[in-house]
């Protein structure tokens, strides 16, 4: 069976920042820079997306390219012989699992919202009414199961038309609008009275708010936020490698997708900073950023019901895109293991996903007596297993596979991402991404798990 490719440069470079454009940039980038003081920790980051994220998105992307397989399969065809590099495969297919588990109900909750702003129902409602809605959500099983059930759906109905026809079109739709949007409510937002107060925490940098925090404590943050926000380690992004073309190379198009992501992040920054500044709200209010203090916000400002409703349809898309990634990359691995047609392993993974899913959406209401590791709830359970195992793991073995002799080797690895037009990786890195970048990486790896 010959192995779909990507219509379009554009379509492979959308689907990727898709993937990696997530809840993490639009939920998670804003309150951690808010948490951490604005401007100094958005300079590490980006120094941090520079050095981390951009040579292990091209590790990825070259074991997909050159394998021109899914995860499991991709390690075999460029491993030594007799070596086991492939079991990491398993826990990659694994991982994406797992992080469909908690993240469908996530995405549902924000089409719940989208819902809710564009029909009306938080017209009329008072700050501490609005603040309470969420609550409301999560102690419902019914509604919590539906709004999941439907995201699971449709993200598997799309998958369903193939990679061309489902994937690379719906995606192209969605990120263009989810580009168009984010623009419209940053000016907005950059337009209430008392914003530019907002954007000045957010982006210059204050060395002495840094300090009052911890420095180390910022540019932790920074590099968790950095090396998390493109989804690496667990083959969400080896798949695009294996659909893309030879023209460009791998750090070219990197940089591009890392550039993407980081636009989105930033800009949510700007939709938010200085909303929060221009309601006098904390703009350090961790997770309940979204669901509690902006929902207050919109409902207090001018046409709130609309910008309300956009905000949420924006967020939709963001979570969205990365659940089709991924579900792409299941079926993938189900058609290239066990030899099925896309239609059954549509089947197979929509159930599976839909009953696997449960356990979070329940862990809010019916179950919310349960606690798992470390005394967390079902959905922080499996995000822990995730984001300080699965992720931060993966990333290391595959850094490991594309650099040390006893995997793939160097010279292959360069080989594969200097082919094509663009930026090239120098021999000269060989010693930083050997020695130093496994250090760093491993140093996330230790301090999520304590």
């Keep these: 069976m010959k192995r779909e490719s990507f219509q379009s440069r554009l379509g492979f470079l959308l689907v990727s920042a898709g993937c990696a454009v997530g809840i993490g940039n639009v939920w998670k980038f804003p309150y951690v820079a808010g948490q951490n003081g604005g401007g100094v920790f958005v300079l590490f980051y980006l120094l941090f997306l520079l050095i981390m994220g951009v040579p292990v998105l091209t590790m990825e992307l070259a074991v997909g390219r050159a394998s021109r397989k899914s995860a499991v399969l991709g390690y075999q065809a460029l491993e030594p012989a007799g070596s086991k590099w492939h079991w990491h495969g398993w826990f990659c297919i694994a991982g994406c699992y797992l992080l469909m588990m908690y993240y469908t109900t996530v995405s549902g909750w924000m089409l ?66 989810l580009l168009g949007l984010i623009v419209v409510l940053a000016v907005h937002s950059l337009l209430l009275p008392g914003a530019a107060e907002g954007v000045g925490f957010y982006l210059l940098p204050d060395l002495a708010r840094a300090r009052e925090i911890g420095l180390g404590t910022v540019i932790t943050a920074a590099m968790n936020q950095a090396f998390f926000t493109l989804s690496l380690g667990i083959a969400a992004m080896e ?12 750090a070219s198009e990197a940089v591009r997708i890392c550039g993407l992501d980081t636009f989105v992040a930033l800009m949510a920054g700007l939709i938010i900073f200085p909303a929060c500044f221009s309601f006098n709200v904390q703009p350090d209010a961790g997770p309940s950023l979204i669901f509690i203090t902006l929902p207050q916000i919109f409902v207090n400002m001018a046409g ?11 967020m939709t898309f963001a979570s969205f895109s990365t659940v089709i990634a991924v579900f792409e990359n299941l079926l993938a691995s189900a058609q290239d293991n066990f030899g099925w047609s896309r239609g059954k392993a549509v089947i197979v993974n929509c159930v599976f996903i839909l009953l696997a899913s449960l356990p979070c959406v329940l862990g809010y209401n019916l179950w919310s007596d349960l606690h798992l590791i470390g005394n967390r709830d079902v959905l922080d359970s499996e995000d822990f297993l ?21 995997g793939w080797g160097f010279d292959k690895y360069q080989e594969e991402a200097n082919t094509g037009e663009g930026i090239k990786i120098s021999r000269r890195y060989k010693f930083y991404l050997q020695f130093l970048l496994p250090v760093l990486i491993l140093v996330i790896l230790v301090q999520g798990l304590i």
């Design 239 to 250: 798949i695009f490698g294996s659909y893309m073309s030879k023209q460009h190379t791998l």
């Design 386 to 406: 995730v984001s300080n195992l699965l992720l931060p793991l993966g990333s290391l073995v595959y850094l490991l596979f594309c650099v040390s002799k006893w």
């Design 112 to 177: 719940g919202y989208f819902y809710k702003f564009a029909s009306g129902q938080f017209v009329g409602l008072e700050g501490a009414q609005v603040s309470e809605q969420f609550g409301v959500l999560l102690a419902s099983p019914v509604e919590m199961a539906g709004w999941m059930f439907l995201t699971v759906m449709l993200g598997f109905l799309v998958c369903s038309f193939g990679l061309q026809k489902g994937l690379e079109r719906i995606t192209k739709v969605m990120m263009l609008g």
């Design 304 to 314: 709130g019901r609309l910008w309300g409703a956009l905000f949420f349809l924006f």
